[in-house]
């Protein structure tokens, strides 16, 4: 494997102007990107936004309490075996081990599942990965941060029903990734469907997603009202393309966040244009803190992505809120274990369960509006379930809703059923949050 090294110039240079002065520290964060293969558009953009937030933080605030963010990239290609290797490859880097692993891939995350509590690096999955892990009694590394999958497809019916009214008799298609990630929307859509009275049919894809004649084939015989597209990578322009071509509306498609982004849109051309899809940030360099990145990392030509015009992108705005959630996540920490020092994973896991991103700190931050409020606790990973709308009128993403609610009973209880059937499985003794601080 090769492995690619991006460390912010000048990061290594704080502590060594003068001989006999002791270096900085440095919190390590290991990258298990992907910057080939299929899936390159979204790796790319997300691990460089995120990338160019941690710059921006160590140029403009000289780190995270006196401590600079240095990284290493570890290509994945969005290959599980690759991810494992990455995850091996990353854990001891660094002077206190790897603060965090983020692969940006449900595959990897359940290949790493077992071997994060041995390690005690915090597994954090925003806006991915396994659902039930948002219970941090059972699941106390793994961080499936902002929205889950479940509240996500909750929120897809509340926005179907809002266009539709009463659901009862009507049909849905689920065209999916045949993945881990494409499967795990059906269980809650399952139950959504049993209690208002629609149906939901359920097509796969197979990887990458470029072939799907048969698929729509089918959806032209089932003729449903709406069609979701669970989608990745190639699979979504070619869904889209597919779907003028059969005369489906895109204003009756509506897609998961791995389906709303400009790399999604563009290559469809005209027939993207109505296209909807969820999203927990949105598009825009309007924002103070894109617009601190343009003028303190970009202004020093020190911007991580080789194609400028992709900042306030959807997947680099998602990349933003990565390094947002990373370095609050961190400070937090620091408050309670101490600031001027590398931090180790396991301090840092407590920082990711004590996290309270408010409406006040999203200001401070630059970020108001660009993603929801986020407060986790020993009981609740997820921290948020809100979700926003944006329409492709052909040129941009609009946004078309305020945060949309997921409905929070409902997958709670099913939360704790799944988490409490894999604790029993695997001999988990839960945590007993009243104990914990």
Not at 79 to 88: D, K, L, Q
Not at 313 to 340: D, P, W
């Amino acid at each position: 494997m090769e492995f690619k090294k991006t460390v912010m110039l000048g990061a290594l240079v704080a502590g060594t102007l003068a001989a006999g002065v002791a270096m900085a520290a440095e919190q390590f964060i290991g990258l298990p990107s992907y910057r080939v293969g299929a899936y390159a558009a979204g790796g790319s953009g997300i691990y460089g936004g995120w990338i160019d937030y941690m710059n921006l933080i160590n140029e403009r605030d000289g780190g995270v309490g006196g401590v600079k963010l240095v990284w290493e990239e570890c290509e994945t290609e969005y290959n599980n075996a690759r991810g494992v290797e990455c995850y091996e490859r990353l854990k001891n880097k660094g002077e206190t081990g790897n603060s965090m692993f983020s692969p940006l891939s449900t595959g990897i995350t359940y290949s790493v599942l077992d071997k994060v509590a041995d390690d005690k690096i915090p597994l954090v999955t925003i806006g991915y990965g396994r659902t039930d892990a948002a219970d941090g009694r059972v699941f106390p590394w793994v961080f499936p941060l902002i929205t889950t999958y479940w509240s996500q497809a909750t929120t897809m019916i509340k926005y179907i029903e809002s266009k539709e009214g009463d659901l009862k008799g009507k049909k849905i298609v689920l065209l999916y990734h045949d993945s881990a990630y494409g499967k795990e929307p059906h269980a809650v859509l399952d139950r959504m469907a049993a209690d208002k009275g629609f149906t939901v049919e359920k097509i796969a894809v197979a990887h990458p997603g470029n072939e799907q004649q048969s698929q729509w084939l089918q959806i032209r015989q089932i003729r449903p009202d709406w069609v979701i597209l669970w989608g990745w990578g190639v699979m979504n322009p070619t869904a889209l393309k597919a779907a003028a071509k059969t005369g489906f509306p895109r204003t009756k498609m509506l897609g998961v966040w791995w389906s709303g982004a400009e790399e999604d849109t563009i290559p469809a051309g005209s027939a993207a244009k109505g296209f909807t899809a969820a999203g927990f940030n949105v598009a825009g360099a309007d924002y103070p803190v894109i617009k601190d990145i343009k003028k303190v990392v970009y202004g020093k030509s020190l911007g991580n992505m080789e194609d400028e015009s992709r900042v306030g992108s959807v997947y680099y705005n998602r990349g933003v809120v990565h390094g947002i959630i990373a370095v609050e996540a961190i400070r937090k920490a620091q408050e309670k274990y101490g600031k001027g020092k590398a931090l180790t994973g396991e301090q840092i896991r407590w920082g990711y369960e004590n996290l309270n991103i408010d409406d006040k700190k999203l200001a401070e931050l630059g970020a108001a509006g660009f993603m929801p409020p986020l407060k986790t606790s020993c009981m609740d990973h997820e921290g948020s379930g809100k979700v926003k709308y944006q329409s492709w009128d052909g040129a941009k993403w609009q946004v078309v809703t305020d945060w949309i609610d997921a409905d929070k009973q409902m997958v709670r209880g099913m939360i704790e059923e799944s988490a409490a059937k894999y604790a029993q499985e695997k001999g988990i003794t839960p945590r007993d949050c009243s104990k914990e601080m």
